[in-house]
């Protein structure tokens, strides 16, 4: 099932190569180590995550993109590195 991020202000999160996270609403960017995540089964309960955590779940989507997305997931990998 596909899914989506959101900023607490409502806006839709993008995901750069950099391994930033942009809101395209507000504009607030910083790298994913500075982020909290919630999920659908626990809405509003933020959590930290470490780098292994974050590269194995982006990992599991490597296998439904194609050679382009590919080498965009690796430059995101590669810049987990500092975390």
């Given at each position: 099932?596909?899914?989506?991020?959101?900023?607490?202000?409502?806006?839709?999160?993008?995901?750069?190569?950099?391994?930033?996270?942009?809101?395209?609403?507000?504009?607030?960017?910083?790298?994913?180590s500075?982020?909290?995540?919630?999920?659908?089964?626990?809405?509003?309960?933020?959590?930290?995550?470490?780098?292994?955590?974050?590269?194995?779940?982006?990992?599991?989507?490597?296998?439904?993109?194609?050679?382009?997305?590919?080498?965009?997931?690796?430059?995101?990998?590669?810049?987990?590195?500092?975390w």
């Open positions: 099932m596909a899914s989506y991020w959101y900023h607490d202000c409502g806006g839709p999160l993008e995901l750069g190569s950099n391994a930033s996270i942009r809101c395209t609403s507000c504009w607030e960017e910083s790298h994913v500075n982020w909290r995540y919630s999920c659908s089964n626990h809405s509003g309960d933020y959590r930290a995550t470490n780098s292994a955590l974050f590269a194995g779940s982006m990992s599991m989507s490597a296998a439904l993109v194609q050679a382009g997305g590919r080498r965009w997931l690796m430059s995101v990998l590669t810049n987990l590195a500092d």
